[in-house]
């Protein structure tokens, strides 16, 4: 398996725009976690699904964050419209189950916003 | 305060040296991760322990769970273990699948 695939890798968006943000779990994995990485708060979670399902979307920062699972193999990160505070890098992460097994990271997509 | 603490922030090493990374919580958890953070920005998982002791490789992480703490060696440190070690913790009876992250300790190890 290749992986946890993240995509793009980096993007850079002028304020206002709209960013997607992709990521294909491991396949045969049943939860899917996306998290933000940034200098001032570290790795922080912002959504989690378990069977395509969302759980768990507390840490979405504001409603101008969505995200999507339509498939086990796809979900999507939305930002619409974006900021320069949402900078940061995105990574996505995925594991058997919910509880307690290892989570696998993909290589992240770093969102600029200017 | 932060509900995971590493310590270190910042460590510098000469290879070869012991090097032992530090993580206190104050959180009930059902597991305690440690990850790895190369320059790259790639996250690899490291360990996943909720007792006891775990070793693979030149790295060890033991938990102490009545001390809520838990450390990270690594033996024998060469330069390609520069990185960003980062503690993280599944809170029991929390968010299920919720990381909770500590802010990582970065780790340069000098030739």
């Known amino acids: 398996d290749a992986g946890v695939i993240q995509s793009p890798r980096h993007e850079v968006t002028e304020m206002g725009q709209e960013v997607t943000l992709r990521c294909k779990p491991i396949s045969g994995h049943n939860s899917l976690f996306w998290y933000r990485q940034t200098m001032m708060r570290g790795l922080e979670l912002l959504i989690y699904?378990?069977?395509?399902?969302?759980?768990?979307d507390s840490g979405m920062p504001e409603d101008r964050f969505s995200a999507k699972m339509p498939n086990a193999s796809f979900s999507t990160l939305k930002i619409q419209p974006s900021e320069p505070r949402d900078s940061a890098v995105y990574f996505c992460?995925?594991?058997?189950?919910?509880?307690?097994?290892?989570?696998?990271f993909g290589q992240g997509t770093r969102l600029t916003v200017v | 305060k932060n509900e995971v603490e590493q310590s270190p922030q910042n460590l510098t090493a000469q290879e070869e040296e012991f090097i032992t990374i530090n993580c206190s919580y104050s959180v009930g958890i059902s597991a305690l991760h440690w990850l790895q953070q190369h320059p790259g920005g790639g996250i690899v998982s490291l360990f996943m322990l909720s007792s006891g002791k775990k070793k693979h490789g030149r790295l060890i992480a033991t938990i102490n769970i009545q001390e809520k703490h838990s450390s990270l060696h690594i033996t024998a440190s060469h330069p390609r273990d520069s990185a960003v070690y980062i503690c993280a913790v599944t809170n029991y009876g929390g968010s299920q699948g919720n990381l909770i992250f500590g802010k990582g300790t970065k780790l340069s190890v000098k030739p």
């Open positions: 992460a995925s594991s058997l189950q919910v509880m307690n097994t290892e989570a696998f």
């Open positions: 699904f378990n069977n395509n399902v969302p759980i768990d």
